[in-house]
């Protein structure tokens, strides 16, 4: 089944004019769009002004939890089973670290791709209708999801700044 | 009967296993029990091991052994602690003694010669028959003077027997063979003291021992006693010491305060030139006016300047020892080992006598009355007429009990030839061995293990020799053989002869011993007790003897020894891993490396390193040595400790035949010696032979367990020098050990270990230790490890836990080597275990540094990160032809590939003695636990104890002013502590 | 850095897209050496586990040999690839983006090369999972004191991030291959691509991951080879024994790991025609690295030879003598000449301008870097403290065999590489090019 979702989408093959649209639709209050492009550019996520990704914070409960692991794993097997290598204690906290850091980074990096997943709703089972493969070459596209009755309003708006072709998504 | 191991047989074992232990070797009705050494048992118990007092039979010393037996096997053996000889010492040879019992290669069944040359097995009764066929035919043409009986050393009741048996047989000929006997000795004594016989040497009460050649440390006459004594010398004052003369530097010479090397064959000259020094400056103890006339008489020409130019020693070292000597009280001079068997053999051991009596010493250290057995053996000469008559065809028959002739007769001889054309040669023997292979009839004698038996080594010391096992194969004990051969011949005979089985002829045989020594008991409590303590031990009382006065020898120097100058001096000496020749087939003997040049599995030349230089040869090239007499081709190894004019090489291998480990291995060196014997003695003339060595192209690497040969001033055998007067240099006194002390707990991080119960530690003095390896052998006994023979051995992959490191110091006396038996250190913080990622080897809390087989997957971090290279690593799984892996011991592993093992300090021991304390509700003795190598130690120089126990040996000795520890700087806190060897410095 | 003026978004697809195009006689014929070779290895490990580990010329007092030489080279060679994916990006070096993608499958590749030898080194491999921690039925968990337990957490880590900053860089090209892409192959790259559709929202979360992947991959690639040289510096073997071997281990780590980068993208450049993209300037940068590197690396040997003189330890200046001048000199002075001279000869711009010069000083600097574990590994061990027990160490064919294999190993996970994604990153120069403008306002 194809997520459907009603709306305009324009496709532009400019960067700048894509920014310009971005800043128009956004002055005409259509709040909610959807850029694709080939790559990630600054100035569409400015005019965005999309928050700050989140994905931070998996990163640092990841490491956190890391860390806390290591040290159970570590001292608590010590514990368990006590045996004396070596003259040393059976608690030997500095090589344990070595153990507490590896953990942290490798949960720390687990975190951050679980972020990524839940964040940027990935893995997607099939690619929305409005996808072009095109988005993964060199055009840009300009998704503006709103009812039926604004279709023409936006459709003029993209077609004025430039968009190459625009589709109607209706459910 | 043959056995394979398959569980089902071990199994019977089981079952059987008190019976087959109960039972006699020998015939199949059942006769006496044999008797336990500790307590008689109700039933052999699968799990506890029993003990039974027997005989060592590798070489004629004759030492007492206690054999451990499980589940009806014997699986190792120990020395006797009540046996006069040894008193509970083994050596090397002794304890590879199971790997006869369990050889691979015995003969297995009677066999016969086909035309076609090649060996047929036949049943016992037709083997029978034909010896009686042989013997009837000669018996009934009047010819038994064409029937000649060679044995090896038997004395007691075997030796009667065969005297008996003899006689039924009408058999006049019989030759008591020893490739290394001691005739010179005899017949110098004869001389001097008109007693022919071999003495006792006393060496615990000399002050000081001179020994001209005499390698009492190896081979000579009875090593393990000696070694002991020699061990109880240096305990009672650590400043008695040992002056070594000789061209090479053996191992009794290693061990000696002093080595002086002297031109080949002028041995005669430097002793005289002493008694003629130590005359001329009054030292000599009063002595008769005539004696002394007499003897001056002889060695008048052997003025000091003359004596040093011939010898090469210089006057002030004759000098020196001469006073010294002079001065000791007593002291003790010994001559007659193969390194002076020359030309002039009797005639040195005449000196040697002289020296000895002048200074006196005899009836102190040199004691008469006591007939060494050795002394029993028909010299060299003999063997030749029998040569001879067999050439003039006056003999056509030849009985060989255990004798191999064919390797231990040179080629020179012409033996080899003559048996070819012996028409009846019937070989008694345990190997197809060079001579068994030459035989028209095999008959599989038994080892000393599987028969009954007796053996006196000496007068008052009566051994016996109880079996520890059933026969393996189909083999009988000879005095059995002997018996029933008398059986099947006619009646008169049978009167006169009796007894059905050997066993019952011993016993008869005892119940006159029992007469002369103890008639006031009954015998069957006499008999119990002999079996139990493994004999009956009485004190001989020394006999006087005085001077005889028609002393005399060769007394003018003479220079004509040296052939041409080109020529150098072969020197041969029996190997102390192989003795005459005997050891060859088993395999631990041929693992261990020599304790002196650390080679294993093979024959080497020694060859000073100069002379090396000058031949351009290097470590193993291959040379020729040519003598008169013979030519060979080995490899070469260079050695410092001998003369630039002499080469030597060690005996026992160059075997045709005898087996998978010893079959074209190595060379004969026998086969240079020349047909000339000693004119007096009638001995063979061992040395000097000279050769001609060429370069060779020809090259391999030795098998060497040696990397760096010397210590670097890494402290590892450390030595204190003392010099007369001055008394031990730069020993520890009470404060520096309470400030090590003290510094050492300083150096720790951590706290120490608890240990709740028991420390283990050990202490091995090197003061002590003459590097003789039986330890090493014992510890391959005891811990199942593995043999990975020469290929791997080069790879330095051989086993040992315990190995014997040898290092050479140029410091003090000139050349001086060391040795340190290197095991594993047990350390408290041991470097070995915290790199172990699956905990494979932790620290125990006895102390001891654990490895669990069956957790090691076999990173070998531990072994890299283990300083003194301790840990060894399976890197093939080993392998024991059947049956060699019956003598496996139950309670020890057996490892499998990609294992790391190690010295364990024979936990398995301690286990044992651990329980036996708490079954019997006390705490554990000192001394009750004794590792495998400490036990066999001829000198005692290994105590193992707990530390925990303040009143133990082992604790007394830890703080010694001698200790210290290997590697202190590293702080592995090692459990071994060593004692400092004491140095005579000059 | 800039590309030429003519690249645009649209020829970057096409022209990277074009190496996956259906491969030609070469690529075939280096396929078929490498499993040839590959296959000699595979039989010698079958022998070896079958005949015990003793075939190999380990012995003893030499316990750790080729093996192990061969799993610090790799892990090596593994960090130069962090060193641009990662470190470089947070530097935001711009020349790093059309080398990186290659580099860090170097990266994982190596990783997964190194990761077999451990295991092929164990006296009884078919216990290995002894070394990892779960709960036997003795619950006696590895022993976490030990080295070599940091080393399977520290190179399990490494490769697991790696990967994960491989595949996350990946995304977006996989989409664009997905685009291109018809029937059954366009289904399993749309698999793979998780349905990426370089939405906004996507572009963000992606691009901040990405940072925080690098943040900390680098702390991580330096601990990774810092452990493994604690392999050594843990023990008490002289010439092991030593603080300065974690720096010493991973400059050297670099240094090899940007030989290798050499190594494979001089070739690479050639037979796909990468040339717009892959630069003279981007292997004169790596040259200038490998000058520092190098010289980092001199200054180690020169510092533990000091050391060695200073301490007055005797134990760690006959080691140091030892190597110089005993049984192993030979490979030592390859060690030295490669890895500290011969890199001094990119101070000529010719050197480090020419291709043929680079790819030799590459492969040299390599073999130098092996020869170097080797040599620390064995020398010191061969010389330990009990001269006794001083002894040899002789590879043996199985050994050869093994190293030649692990090459083979990963060769064949590169030539696989670059057929079946952008060894190339798409999206990352389109990052560095200029977007197409109309310019009016």
Redesign the interface.
């Known amino acids: 089944m194809k997520r459907r979702a009603s709306g305009v989408l324009g496709i532009f093959?400019?960067?700048?004019?894509v920014v310009?649209t971005i800043k128009r639709l956004k002055e005409e209050g259509h709040q909610d769009?959807?850029?694709?492009?080939?790559?990630?550019?600054h100035e569409?996520?400015e005019v965005?002004e999309?928050r700050?990704?989140p994905?931070?914070f998996f990163?640092l409960i990841g490491g956190i939890l890391g860390a806390l692991s290591g040290f159970a794993?570590?001292i608590g097997?010590?514990i368990?089973?006590p045996?004396?290598?070596?003259?040393?204690?059976i608690i030997?906290i500095p090589?344990?670290l070595?153990?507490v850091?590896?953990?942290t980074?490798?949960f720390?990096?687990?975190g951050?791709?679980i972020?990524?997943f839940l964040?940027?709703?990935?893995?997607?089972?099939?690619?929305?209708t409005t996808?072009d493969?095109?988005?993964?070459?060199?055009l840009f596209g300009v998704f503006v999801s709103c009812p039926k009755e604004k279709f023409h309003s936006i459709a003029e708006i993209l077609k004025s700044s430039?968009a190459e072709e625009v589709r109607f998504e209706e459910d | 009967m043959r056995f394979s191991l398959s569980r089902r047989n071990f199994l019977k074992m089981l079952g059987f296993g008190s019976a087959s232990t109960a039972l006699s070797s020998c015939s199949s009705e059942p006769i006496d029990k044999i008797i336990p050494y500790l307590i008689p048992p109700e039933e052999a118990v699968p799990g506890i091991a029993d003990w039974y007092a027997t005989l060592c039979r590798e070489c004629p010393s004759g030492c007492g052994l206690l054999a451990k037996i499980r589940e009806g096997r014997p699986i190792k053996v120990e020395g006797n602690p009540h046996h006069p000889v040894n008193r509970g010492g083994l050596c090397m040879r002794g304890q590879a003694s199971l790997q006869s019992l369990f050889n691979p290669d015995r003969i297995r069944t009677p066999m016969i010669k086909r035309e076609s040359g090649d060996f047929q097995t036949i049943s016992w009764k037709d083997a029978e028959k034909e010896i009686l066929d042989i013997l009837k035919t000669k018996i009934d043409q009047q010819k038994t003077g064409e029937i000649a009986v060679i044995t090896p050393l038997i004395k007691g009741s075997l030796e009667r027997l065969l005297k008996k048996w003899m006689d039924a047989f009408h058999i006049k000929n019989h030759l008591i063979y020893e490739p290394i006997s001691y005739e010179d000795i005899k017949e110098a004594n004869r001389i001097v003291f008109s007693k022919a016989e071999i003495p006792l040497y006393s060496i615990e009460k000399a002050e000081m021992i001179l020994s001209f050649g005499a390698d009492f440390l190896e081979t000579w006459i009875s090593p393990v006693e000696y070694s002991k004594a020699f061990g109880n010398m240096k305990r009672v004052d650590i400043k008695r010491q040992l002056i070594y003369i000789g061209q090479r530097m053996s191992l009794t010479a290693a061990n000696a305060d002093e080595w002086i090397s002297l031109k080949p064959g002028t041995e005669k000259a430097l002793i005289l030139g002493l008694i003629h020094f130590i005359l001329k400056e009054k030292l000599h103890s009063d002595l008769p006016f005539l004696e002394l006339e007499l003897i001056k008489g002889l060695v008048k020409d052997f003025s000091l300047d003359r004596v040093s130019s011939h010898t090469g020693v210089s006057q002030q070292t004759i000098e020196r020892i001469g006073k010294e000597f002079s001065k000791a009280n007593p002291g003790l001079a010994l001559g007659g080992g193969i390194a002076v068997k020359g030309l002039y053999a009797t005639d040195i051991s005449v000196a040697v006598n002289l020296l000895n009596y002048i200074c006196g010493n005899i009836g102190r250290t040199v004691r008469f009355g006591h007939e060494i057995g050795i002394g029993r053996v028909n010299p060299y000469r003999d063997m030749l007429r029998l040569i001879e008559s067999i050439e003039q065809s006056r003999l056509k028959v030849l009985l060989l009990y255990n004798v191999n002739l064919m390797y231990n007769l040179p080629d020179s001889s012409g033996f080899q030839e003559a048996i070819k054309r012996i028409p009846h040669v019937i070989s008694i023997s345990q190997f197809m061995d060079d001579t068994a292979k030459e035989a028209n009839l095999i008959i599989p004698s038994s080892m000393s293990f599987e028969e009954w038996g007796d053996y006196m080594p000496r007068k008052g010391v009566f051994g016996l020799q109880q079996p520890v096992i059933k026969p393996l194969f189909e083999s009988r004990g000879f005095g059995d053989i002997l018996l029933s051969l008398v059986r099947s011949i006619d009646e008169k005979q049978k009167g006169q002869i009796p007894w059905n089985n050997f066993h019952d002829y011993l016993k008869n045989s005892w119940k006159g011993i029992h007469k002369d020594l103890s008639p006031e008991i009954g015998f069957d409590h006499f008999w119990e007790g002999s079996l139990r303590r493994g004999g009956v031990f009485r004190a001989e009382t020394d006999k006087e003897v005085k001077l005889s006065t028609k002393v005399s020898l060769d007394s003018k120097i003479d220079l004509k020894d040296k052939e041409d100058e080109k020529s150098s001096t072969l020197l041969l000496y029996p190997s102390i891993k192989y003795f005459d020749g005997r050891g060859a087939n088993k395999p631990l003997l041929q693992e261990i490396s020599d304790p002196l040049s650390k080679i294993a599995w093979d024959t080497y030349l020694e060859m000073n390193p100069e002379t090396a230089v000058a031949l351009k040869v290097v470590e193993g090239d291959f040379v020729s040595v040519e003598s008169k007499d013979g030519r060979m081709e080995l490899p070469v190894h260079i050695y410092e400790g001998i003369r630039k004019d002499v080469v030597a090489v060690p005996l026992g291998l160059g075997h045709i035949e005898y087996g998978r480990y010893a079959k074209q291995r190595g060379v004969n060196p026998i086969n240079l010696l020349s047909k000339k014997t000693e004119e007096i003695s009638g001995g063979v003339i061992w040395s000097p032979i000279f050769v001609k060595i060429e370069r060779i192209n020809k090259k391999k690497s030795l098998a060497s367990t040696q990397g760096g040969r010397r210590q670097f001033g890494r402290g590892i055998a450390q030595a204190l020098f003392f010099s007369i007067g001055k008394g031990i240099l730069h020993l520890k006194t009470e404060k520096d050990i309470k400030k090590e002390i003290k510094e050492g707990k300083k150096r720790?991080m951590?706290k120490p270990?608890p240990y709740p119960e028991h420390k283990w530690g050990m202490v091995i003095d090197l003061n002590a230790c003459i590097g003789c390896s039986a330890c090493v052998a014992a510890c391959y006994m005891e811990n199942n490890i593995g043999i990975v023979g020469e290929r791997e051995v080069i790879r330095g992959r051989e086993m040992e836990w315990i190995r014997i490191e040898k290092y050479v110091e140029n410091k003090g006396n000139g050349l001086d080597i060391r040795f340190v038996p290197m095991l594993c250190q047990h350390c408290?913080?041991?470097?070995?275990?915290?790199v172990?990622p699956v905990?494979a080897?932790?620290?125990n809390p006895e102390g001891l540094n654990a490895q669990i087989y069956n957790r090691c997957v076999g990173t070998r971090y531990c072994s890299n990160n283990c300083p003194y290279k301790v840990r060894r690593f399976n890197w093939f799984s080993h392998s024991w032809p059947e049956p060699l892996n019956w003598q496996l011991n139950p309670d020890v592993t057996v490892r499998e590939v990609g294992v790391m093992e190690k010295c364990t300090f024979c936990i398995q021991r301690i286990r044992e003695k651990k329980e036996v304390a708490k079954e019997e509700g006390r705490r554990l003795r000192d001394g009750e636990i004794i590792p495998a190598c400490a036990q066999t130690c001829p000198t005692e120089a290994i105590v193992f104890g707990d530390l925990k126990d303040p009143k133990s040996r082992v604790s007394k000795l830890w703080n010694s002013q001698r200790g210290y520890r290997v590697l202190e700087e590293i702080n592995t806190?090692p459990s071994v502590v060593y004692l400092k060897k004491i140095k005579r410095e000059i | 850095m800039r590309y030429s003026k003519d690249i645009?978004?649209?020829k970057v697809?096409t022209d990277i897209l074009k190496i996956l195009e259906k491969p030609g006689k070469i690529y075939y014929f280096l396929l078929f050496i490498v499993l040839s070779v590959l296959s000699v290895g595979v039989f010698a490990w079958v022998y070896q586990i079958y005949s015990g580990i003793g075939v190999a010329g380990i012995t003893h007092p030499v316990a750790w040999g080729i093996y192990i030489t061969n799993f610090v080279f790799w892990v090596g060679i593994a960090h130069s690839g962090t060193l641009i994916s990662a470190i470089l990006y947070l530097f935001r070096v711009s020349w790093r983006n059309s080398i990186y993608r290659s580099a860090e499958a170097m990266t994982v590749f190596a990783i997964m090369t190194a990761g077999l030898f451990p295991i092929i080194h164990l006296g009884r491999s078919w216990y290995f999972y002894y070394l990892v921690?779960y709960p036997s039925q003795t619950?006696?968990?590895?022993?976490?004191?030990s080295p070599l337990?940091?080393d399977v957490?520290?190179v399990?880590?490494y490769f697991?991030?790696s990967f994960?900053?491989l595949y996350?860089g990946l995304l977006?090209d996989i989409?664009?291959v997905?685009?291109?892409a018809k029937g059954f192959k366009k289904k399993i790259y749309?698999l793979i691509s998780?349905?990426?559709?370089?939405?906004?929202?996507?572009?963000?979360?992606?691009?901040?991951?990405y940072l925080?992947?690098a943040a900390?991959a680098t702390?991580?690639v330096v601990?990774v080879h810092s452990?493994v040289s604690w392999d050594f510096a843990m023990s008490i073997v002289p010439g092991w024994h030593s603080t300065i071997f974690a720096p010493y281990f991973v400059a050297g780590a670099i240094h090899s790991g940007l030989a290798m980068v050499l190594t494979l993208l001089i070739p690479l450049r050639k037979v796909f025609k990468l040339e717009e993209y892959i630069t003279q300037k981007h292997f004169e940068n790596l040259a200038k690295i490998i000058i520092f590197t190098g010289l980092i690396v001199a200054y180690s040997y020169a510092t533990e030879f000091f050391i060695a003189w200073y301490s007055n330890n005797i134990y760690e200046q006959e080691i140091y003598k030892y190597r110089v001048i005993g049984d192993y000199a030979l490979y030592f002075w390859i060690m030295v000449i490669f890895n500290t001279i011969v890199p001094l000869l990119f101070f000529f711009k010719k050197m480090r301008t020419s291709t043929v010069s680079l790819l030799i000083i590459s492969i040299l600097i390599n073999i130098g870097m092996w020869f170097e574990r080797l040599v620390i590994i064995v020398t010191s061990l061969a010389h330990e403290y009990i001269p006794f027990s001083w002894g040899l160490y002789r590879p043996t064919w199985v050994e050869i065999a093994i190293l030649a294999g692990g090459f083979a190993f990963f060769a064949l996970l590169f030539l696989l590489f670059v057929k079946v994604l952008p060894a190339v990153s798409i999206?990352?120069i389109?990052?560095q090019i200029e977007?197409?403008?109309?310019?009016e306002?």
């Open positions: 093959s400019h960067l700048d004019l310009k769009l959807r850029v694709s492009s080939p790559a990630p550019f569409i996520e965005l999309s700050v990704s994905v931070r990163a794993l570590t097997t010590s368990s089973w045996l004396i290598t070596g003259g040393k204690p030997s090589p344990f070595i153990i850091f590896e953990l980074i490798l720390g990096g687990v951050t791709l972020g990524v964040n940027a709703r990935l893995p997607k089972i099939s690619l929305d996808y493969p095109r988005f993964s070459e060199d430039g | 720790d951590y270990h408290e913080n041991a470097p070995c275990e915290p172990c905990y080897a932790y620290h806190k | 645009t978004y649209g697809n921690p619950m006696l968990w590895p022993n976490f004191r337990i940091w957490f520290a399990t880590t697991i991030i994960i900053f996350m977006p989409a664009a997905r685009d291109k749309s998780l349905g990426w559709s370089g939405t906004d929202r996507e572009w963000r979360h992606h691009s901040s991951a925080f992947l900390m702390p991580l601990s452990v999206s990352e389109k990052e977007p197409p403008r109309k310019g306002s």
